[in-house]
């Protein structure tokens, strides 16, 4: 079955770098989406993606945060300049155009900012 | 502003007994509901949905939830846990965004479930 894929598994970074998460959405699909996971609290949505644009952004997803399709397969979430509370699971969703599709989800890309 | 509540953080129950995880929301409209499930190391994992029609939906891994309006709930249950059902569960809502689409999940804070032998 296909699937959704985030590299790395698990990023370690210090304050103020730059961090770049990855994500193969599945291939026919055209929504894509970035959640965040902070240790014990709930999975919120930080952004969507459709037709190589942003169609909503939460309040957390300042100008810290950008989005890229780079090419046909590659989704990316970039922190410019990462702050301790950045720390946290990052999830990558997709799902097809047309009505009742699901959101898959990948595994996940843990950053931690030391 | 749609928001979810589970007010379980942690159930155990032991292995062949029933399970029902909570889950109440808050939409202005009807919603669409999800569950997800999470083993450790692994995505979210669809195990049911509800878009409209039959408030009894099936899910895989012979889960079930129901949707009730009356009550804003939309609960998971099995009748038999499996020892392998032990992870984390999420219930989502989804924001309509045009005829039948919808754009981002509402999580809630999830529920996770230890399964004795």
């Known amino acids: 079955e296909p699937e959704v894929t985030q590299t790395p598994s698990h990023q370690v970074t210090q304050m103020g770098q730059e961090v770049i998460l990855r994500c193969v959405p599945i291939s026919n699909h055209l929504y894509f989406y970035w959640y965040r996971q902070i240790l014990g609290q709930k999975v919120e949505f930080l952004v969507s993606?459709?037709?190589?644009?942003?169609?909503?952004k939460s309040e957390i997803f300042d100008d810290q945060f950008s989005v890229e399709r780079p090419d046909g397969s590659n989704f990316t979430l970039k922190i410019r300049s990462t702050k301790l509370e950045d720390s946290a699971m990052y999830f990558c969703?997709?799902?097809?155009?047309?009505?009742?599709?699901?959101?898959?989800f990948g595994a996940g890309t843990r950053l931690s900012v030391l | 502003a749609q928001s979810v509540t589970q007010p379980d953080i942690h159930i155990t129950v032991s292995e062949g007994a029933s399970l029902e995880l909570r889950c109440n929301y808050s939409?202005?409209?009807?919603?669409?509901l999800f569950w997800y499930v999470q083993s450790p190391g692994q995505g979210l994992q669809l195990l049911l949905k509800?878009?409209?029609?039959?408030?009894l939906v099936q899910g895989i891994k012979g889960f079930e939830a129901e949707f009730k309006r009356s009550q804003s709930s939309f609960n998971l249950r099995k009748p038999s846990v499996h020892w392998s059902d032990a992870a984390e569960y999420f219930c989502a809502v989804g924001a309509r965004a045009g005829g039948t689409s919808y754009g981002k999940l509402t999580f809630g804070q999830g529920t996770i479930l230890t399964v004795h032998p």
């Open positions: 993606f459709y037709n190589n644009e942003i169609s909503e």
């Open positions: 969703a997709s799902r097809k155009d047309g009505p009742k599709n699901i959101q898959y």
């Open positions: 509800y878009f409209s029609g039959d408030t």
């Open positions: 939409y202005g409209a009807t919603p669409y």
